[in-house]
């Protein structure tokens, strides 16, 4: 099959359109990286808590049984955050397909591409508000001493 220009500026075209969910990826991806790492610092810290957990006398456990309380809804939290971003990449890699189909079979895919784009973005208004919520459980959890306020 000999490429005509009609169908090369229809392909380049179809690039073009996807780039801007493309760099939409790269911004998720690197949400999941983060959202990824707070996951195994939560993890690791309730391991280093659990490991710990009978060199406490038990007036010190009590702190520690809220603070593993605490770190499981964080962790959950941040598994609810991480599953919404990765379905909201999924979708927009959709979309991305959903583009090319559109240009190379010259299909009529624009409410579907266009309803794909607004719930992953959706997803990911989720995924960012369950995240937030994690950090300022995390904030509230953590109070680090000030010792020039005792002065």
């Not at 007036?59 to 962790?75: A, C, F, G, K």
């Not at 379905?87 to 959709?94: N, R, S």
């Amino acid at each position: 099959m000999i490429s005509t220009p009609d169908s090369l500026d229809s392909i380049a075209r179809a690039i073009q359109l996807a780039l801007a969910p493309v760099f939409l990826l790269t911004g998720i991806a690197g949400m999941l990286n983060v959202m990824t790492n707070r996951l195994s610092r939560i993890i690791d810290r309730g391991r280093a808590l659990t490991e710990g957990h009978n060199a406490h006398t038990p007036s010190e456990q009590v702190p520690v049984n809220l603070e593993l309380q605490i770190l499981e809804r964080r962790t959950h939290l941040t598994s609810v955050a991480i599953t919404a971003s990765t379905i909201a990449a999924l979708l927009v890699c959709i979309v991305i397909a959903a583009l090319f189909i559109e240009v190379l079979l010259d299909a009529h895919l624009k409410w579907f591409i266009g309803a794909l784009f607004t719930v992953a973005m959706l997803v990911l208004v989720v995924g960012l508000a369950f995240f937030l919520r994690e950090v300022h459980l995390a904030m509230k959890s953590i109070r680090i001493p000030n010792p020039q306020a005792r002065r």
